[in-house]
T-cell receptor, first 114, second 113 residues
Framework: DAGITQSPRHKVTETGTPVTLRCHQT?????MYWYRQDPGHGLRLIHY???????DKGEVSDGYSVSRSKTEDFLLTLESATSSQTSVYFC?????????????FGPGTRLLVL | GENVEQHPSTLSVQEGDSAVIKCTYS??????FPWYKQELGKRPQLIID?????GEKKDQRIAVTLNKTAKHFSLHITETQPEDSAVYFC????????????FGKGTKLSVKP
């Protein structure tokens, strides 16, 4: 499982409340990613990080912010949750073997915004 | 923008038959093409990948082929088994960078015993 954990695994919240999801990795990977998965859309990249305090936007970044103050933790925040942000959120890391990179996923967080 | 198209969206086969899933990509600089399998309620798991310096890669019953000229790649599963039933996703990097992947929308494979 590439040493990736996500918390919480399930969350129900109300529209307008802030929500923070945590991705934690134990193997000192430099690159980390947040995706959302919705029926009919596959996996879409929200934000990614290429080092401590180094982050950038992905395909669907509106309404989300991220922070990475330590190598092992990548946080995804929904400042004011909306029903359209109901989704399954996956964190991923990139593992390098020589110059080749492979991406592995965490177990996911199911978020329901009422 | 960059795009990955995946077909079919659903595929039903009899146990023992072969299954083929096809993806096309738009960025000619892409050089890495992974395939993920996702069982219901689980995380996507990497099952095979191919890099642009080869045209085909095999791992037991699964294989991936790549045609860079036509910008398409395919997943082949032979001698399918019920445990192959899952959703399969292809992906390709944005702007040639391996890390930022664009995923196809998935193929739900059902293998009937």
């Amino acid at each position: 499982d590439a040493g990736i954990t996500q918390s919480p695994r399930h969350k129900v919240t109300e529209t307008g409340t802030p929500v923070t999801l945590r991705c934690h990795q134990t193997e000192n990977h430099r690159y980390m990613y947040w995706y959302r998965q919705d029926p009919g859309h596959g996996l879409r990249l929200i934000h990614y990080s290429y080092g401590v305090k180094d982050t950038d936007k992905g395909e669907v970044s509106d309404g989300y912010s991220v922070s990475r103050s330590k190598t092992e933790d990548f946080l995804l925040t929904l400042e004011s949750a909306t029903s359209s942000q109901t989704s399954v959120y996956f964190c991923a890391i990139s593992e390098y073997s020589g110059r080749q990179e492979t991406q592995y996923f965490g177990p996911g967080t199911r978020l329901l915004v009422l | 923008g960059e795009n990955v198209e995946q077909h079919p969206s659903t595929l039903s086969v009899q146990e023992g038959d072969s299954a083929v899933i096809k993806c096309t990509y738009s960025d000619s600089a892409s050089n890495y093409f992974p395939w993920y399998k996702q069982e219901l309620g689980k995380r996507p798991q990497l099952i095979i990948d191919i890099r642009s310096n080869v045209g085909e890669k095999k791992d037991q019953r699964i294989a991936v082929t790549l045609n860079k000229t036509a910008k398409h790649f395919s997943l082949h599963i032979t001698e399918t088994q019920p445990e192959d039933s899952a959703v399969y996703f292809c992906a390709a990097p944005i702007g040639g960078s391996q890390g930022n992947l664009i995923f196809g929308k998935g193929t739900k494979l059902s293998v009937k015993p």
